[in-house]
């Protein structure tokens, strides 16, 4: 009977499977000591070759028998994920109740921001323009905010320094005994 691997795998647990391995093993064990002794080179070659591969199923079996899974171990990873689950559901909760008590503090100025986002701006129209020439575009006024900057980052030094400073914590003196 020829059974396809992905049918064998898909109806058999892994303990029937490892059932089948080990009984597939047994039987060639029983025909390799029902043959005669090799002779030859060739035919001792052989033997040790079968010999070995019977080995290596019988390794597997015993390897996988071992290192069956742990079912307090499966329950110990399917806790960590439903609290892991449990705290990302609890974490969307507190960020929803916080952007509805934002929008509540907010009042009309949240209000009059979603009509501005909704409401469409009005293109400038000129008498005698085409639609095929480009709107016109504002001029663009820049501001060189480097002085404010450079005062920003001065004051930050000196605030830590001063937060280095004040952490410091001065050495006890050594005892001598």
Same mark, same amino acid.
Request: aromatic share 4%.
């Given at each position: 009977?020829?059974?396809?691997?992905?049918?064998? #795998?898909?109806?058999?647990?892994?303990?029937?499977? +490892?059932?089948?391995?080990?009984?597939?093993?047994?039987?060639? $064990?029983?025909?390799?000591?029902?043959?005669?002794?090799? /002779?030859? $080179?060739?035919?001792?070659?052989?033997?040790v070759?079968?010999?070995?591969? =019977?080995?290596?199923?019988?390794?597997?079996?015993?390897?996988? /028998?071992?290192?069956?899974?742990?079912? +307090?171990?499966?329950?110990?990873?399917?806790?960590?994920? /439903?609290?892991?689950?449990?705290?990302? #559901?609890?974490?969307?909760?507190?960020?929803?109740?916080?952007?509805?008590? +934002?929008r509540?503090?907010?009042?009309?100025?949240?209000?009059?921001? #979603?009509?501005?986002?909704?409401?469409?701006?009005? #293109?400038?129209?000129?008498?005698?323009?085409?639609?095929?020439?480009?709107?016109?575009?504002?001029?663009?006024?820049?501001?060189?905010?480097?002085?404010?900057?450079?005062?920003?980052?001065?004051?930050?030094?000196?605030?830590?320094?001063?937060?280095?400073?004040?952490?410091? =914590?001065?050495?006890?003196?050594? +005892?001598?005994?």
């Amino acid at each position: 009977m020829v059974l396809d691997d992905q049918t064998a #795998q898909q109806h058999l647990t892994p303990e029937e499977r +490892r059932g089948l391995l080990r009984a597939f093993a047994d039987r060639m $064990l029983l025909k390799v000591t029902a043959m005669d002794d090799p /002779e030859d $080179l060739p035919g001792v070659e052989r033997a040790v070759r079968v010999a070995a591969v =019977i080995e290596r199923l019988y390794s597997r079996c015993d390897r996988a /028998e071992h290192h069956k899974p742990d079912p +307090r171990k499966a329950e110990a990873e399917r806790a960590t994920h /439903e609290e892991a689950a449990i705290k990302a #559901q609890v974490s969307l909760a507190n960020t929803l109740k916080w952007g509805d008590e +934002r929008r509540q503090t907010l009042g009309h100025w949240w209000e009059a921001a #979603q009509k501005a986002i909704e409401t469409p701006v009005p #293109q400038a129209t000129t008498f005698n323009q085409t639609s095929s020439t480009p709107p016109a575009t504002q001029k663009v006024i820049y501001t060189d905010m480097t002085d404010d900057f450079e005062a920003a980052r001065a004051g930050l030094v000196l605030e830590k320094r001063a937060a280095a400073q004040s952490a410091q =914590i001065p050495i006890p003196p050594l +005892r001598s005994g």
